[in-house]
């Protein structure tokens, strides 16, 4: 049974730092690309960051230079940085993992505060 699982959101002043954390079981974790998708209230959920089983990061334009993806295959857990937050930021975050299937956490709301 494959469980992704997020931690780490809640409430955040504007220009704050948060650290989301997905532990994920029930799947090679290393094999799989991870990802952080958001969605806002009426709105479409997004990408925001993946990365590759090798290491390699992509991130939307709204996020580069704030935010950090990471991934401990050790642990099978990927990891969101968010430094400089902002309330447009303010979405639920999921994690994703692909490999041969996709899957779904259930999410974890941030909460920017202006």
């Known amino acids: 049974q494959v469980q992704l699982v997020e931690s780490g959101g809640g409430l955040v002043q504007a220009g704050g730092s948060l650290k989301l954390s997905c532990a994920a079981s029930g799947i090679i974790f290393k094999l799989n690309t991870m990802g952080w998708y958001r969605q806002a209230p009426g709105k479409q959920r997004e990408l925001v960051a993946s990365?590759?089983?090798?290491?390699?990061?992509n991130y939307a334009d709204s996020v580069k230079g704030r935010f950090t993806i990471s991934r401990d295959n050790a642990k099978n857990t990927v990891y969101l940085q968010m430094n400089s937050v902002k309330p447009e930021d303010t979405a639920v975050y999921y994690c994703h993992s692909r490999w041969d299937m996709d899957y779904w956490g259930k999410g974890t709301l941030v909460t920017v505060s202006s």
């Open positions: 990365i590759t089983p090798g290491g390699n990061p």
